[in-house]
């Protein structure tokens, strides 16, 4: 069975730094790619960011570009996002996604992704 478990999420003040990350289980995704979707109360869910399975091709929803790194280690079957500068707006639930069988072109659809963790959530104070 396929499991992703993220890990990281917390409360920071604004302007301030959190490290996510999310371990998978079950399969290899070192061919695959992975990301991040998060989920503000009331709102639907968004793509952040999608990295390849060789991690050399990277992609950001323009609201985190600059501020949000994504990466990935494959021996450890892990993806991991850094957020700097946050901002309030960023505060909402995070899900680790993997597995998108489509190009990058189409990684901000939610449908895209096969596989989905439960979420950690993110909080940012102002």
């Known amino acids: 069975q396929v499991q992703l478990v993220e890990s990281g999420g917390g409360l920071v003040q604004a302007g301030g730094s959190l490290g996510l990350s999310c371990v998978a289980s079950?399969?290899?995704?070192?061919?695959?790619?992975m990301g991040w979707f998060r989920q503000a109360p009331g709102k639907e869910r968004e793509f952040v960011a999608g990295?390849?399975?060789?991690?050399?091709?990277?992609s950001y929803a323009d609201s985190v570009k600059g501020r949000f790194t994504i990466s990935r280690d494959n021996v450890k079957n892990a993806v991991y996002l850094q957020m700097n500068s946050l901002k309030p707006e960023d505060t909402a639930v995070y899900y680790c996604?993997?597995?998108?069988?489509?190009?990058?072109?189409?990684?901000?659809?939610?449908?895209?992704?096969?596989?989905w963790g439960q979420g950690t959530q993110v909080t940012v104070s102002s």
């Open positions: 996604v993997a597995d998108s069988p489509l190009s990058y072109v189409r990684w901000y659809k939610s449908d895209s992704w096969n596989y």
């Open positions: 990295i390849g399975g060789s991690g050399d091709f990277t």
């Open positions: 079950g399969r290899t995704f070192s061919r695959s790619a």
